[in-house]
Each structure stands twice: as structure tokens, then as C-alpha cells.
């Protein structure tokens, strides 16, 4: 798509691609993926205008940004995957239901939160590292690209069963580079809600992160540990917010 759309009707994405560019938005009804990937491209914001229903596991490539206005509708376990250097906005009320773990795959680009949106995703039975909700994490034959972030404007909720970010194990700075990672926070929460960990920031190898808070929190349950900066460096700038 490369225009605005305005009909009414549902959208079906059963395979395939469907690719939005510079500028291009959805009709008002909703986009239901039972297949396929939804991309993205140019350098104008393209939008899906109304609700995300899925009954899968989707892929977001964006290459160009995209934005999210509707609110999500599923009934089952979702794995979201982010490729594409691109920012992926979320704009509505993103909520894998309580009773199963949802997943974020973070694999490039920028993940938005914009204001008042909310992301929720719960973590698996046995809360291992495996089952964390948000994942910044590869097989050992992935090199990570060289930027990653995550940005929660005013209002909004990003809200994990726990989050886990690394390298893999065979990827050496030495030879290919850092990978950074930045985490800004306007005025958002930033929640992990695990009875196992909270955040695991820079556990592993060649990633460097930084977290930039202007207002806002930063909040995990206050029985868990978290291990921040153990392998690799971590650094925390607040200008207003809290961080508990």
C-alpha cells in the first residue's frame, strides 16, 4: 500500500507480505494476520488505523516506521517478532492475555511506546530465561546489528514477565564491535512483573546499554533479583523519575 486507505471493511492477511510505504495507512477496520508479515517502508510513518486481531505468531518488519493505533485482540499465546531498522510505534492497548506468556523477539530497529499506549506480556510457567517476555537475544550464529532501542513516551506502560537482554556467546567486540542498546524513558513505566528475575541487563557478551530517563519508573517486584552490568557495561542517567 503507498496511499491512505479509508474503506470500512476488514483486512485479512493470511501469507505473504503486506507492505505499507511512505505514508500509507489501513482502512478503519480490522487487520486480522493469520499469516504472513506486515512491514514497512520509506521514511514517512505509515499506520494501521484500526484494531490488530491475531490468530498467529507475527513478524513487524520495518524497514521504514510504522505505527500501531489500534488495540490488539488475541485469545492465545503470541511470540511478536521486531525486525527491520526501523520504529515499530505502538499506539493502542497492546495486552497478551494473563493466562499464557506472550514474547517480544527485540531483533532491530526501535520499539515506541507512544503516550498512554500499553504493551503487557506475561511470562511462562516455569519463569526461566528461556520463557522472558522481552528477549534482546540470538542463536550463537546471529551478529546483532550494531543499534537497538526501546522508547516509552508519557503515560505509556511496557509491562514484561521479565526481560533479558544479551549477546550471543561467539560474538566478540574485538572483531565485529559493540552492539548498543538504548532504553529512554519519557515519563513511562518501565515494569517487570516475574516472581523469578526482574531485568537481566548485559548478562552476556559484546552489548553495551544505556538507559536515559527523563521522568518516569523504572520498577520490578521488590522480592526477585535482577543482574544488571555483570558481563557487559550498563550505563543509568536519571533527570527526574524514580527507579525502584
Known amino acids: 500500500l503507498s496511499h491512505a486507505n479509508t474503506y470500512t471493511a476488514r483486512t485479512e492477511l493470511k501469507g505473504g507480505r503486506l507492505e505499507l510505504a511512505d505514508g500509507a495507512t489501513t482502512g478503519s477496520g480490522a487487520l486480522a494476520i493469520s499469516g504472513g508479515t506486515l512491514a514497512s517502508a520509506g521514511t514517512v510513518e505509515s499506520e494501521v488505523t484500526g484494531p490488530?486481531?491475531?490468530?498467529?505468531?507475527?513478524?513487524?518488519?520495518?524497514?521504514?516506521?510504522?505505527?500501531?493505533?489500534?488495540?490488539?485482540?488475541?485469545?492465545?499465546?503470541?511470540?511478536?517478532?521486531?525486525?527491520?531498522?526501523?520504529?515499530?510505534?505502538?499506539?493502542?492497548?497492546?495486552?497478551?492475555p494473563p493466562a499464557v506468556a506472550g514474547q517480544f523477539r527485540h531483533q532491530d530497529g526501535t520499539l515506541r511506546l507512544a503516550e498512554n499506549a500499553v504493551f503487557e506480556l506475561s511470562v511462562g510457567p516455569?519463569?526461566?530465561?528461556?520463557?522472558?517476555?522481552?528477549?534482546?537475544?540470538?542463536?550463537t550464529d546471529y551478529t546483532p546489528p550494531?543499534?537497538?532501542?526501546?522508547?516509552?513516551?508519557?503515560?505509556?506502560?511496557?509491562?514484561?514477565?521479565?526481560?533479558?537482554?544479551?549477546?550471543p556467546n561467539n560474538?566478540?567486540?574485538?572483531?565485529?564491535?559493540?552492539?548498543?542498546?538504548?532504553?529512554?524513558?519519557?515519563?513511562?513505566?518501565m515494569e517487570s512483573t516475574g516472581a523469578a528475575?526482574?531485568?537481566?541487563?548485559?548478562?552476556?557478551?559484546?552489548?553495551?546499554?544505556?538507559?536515559?530517563?527523563?521522568?518516569?519508573?523504572?520498577?520490578s517486584r521488590p522480592d526477585v533479583w535482577s543482574d544488571i552490568g555483570t558481563r557487559t557495561p550498563v550505563r543509568w542517567d536519571v533527570d527526574g523519575g524514580a527507579e525502584v
Open 171 to 189: 560474538y566478540s567486540p574485538e572483531t565485529s564491535g559493540w552492539s548498543l542498546f538504548d532504553i529512554v524513558v519519557n515519563g513511562g513505566l
Open 146 to 167: 550494531p543499534y537497538r532501542s526501546i522508547v516509552l513516551e508519557k503515560g505509556s506502560r511496557l509491562s514484561s514477565g521479565g526481560w533479558f537482554f544479551s549477546s
Open 126 to 139: 516455569n519463569e526461566s530465561p528461556d520463557e522472558f517476555s522481552l528477549r534482546v537475544q540470538y542463536s
Open 52 to 96: 490488530v486481531e491475531l490468530t498467529t505468531n507475527p513478524t513487524f518488519d520495518t524497514a521504514g516506521p510504522l505505527r500501531l493505533s489500534g488495540d490488539l485482540a488475541t485469545t492465545d499465546r503470541r511470540v511478536f517478532t521486531k525486525t527491520g531498522a526501523g520504529t515499530l510505534t505502538i499506539a493502542g492497548t497492546w495486552i497478551n
Open 197 to 219: 528475575y526482574g531485568f537481566i541487563f548485559g548478562d552476556q557478551h559484546a552489548m553495551k546499554i544505556h538507559i536515559d530517563m527523563h521522568g518516569g519508573e523504572i520498577r
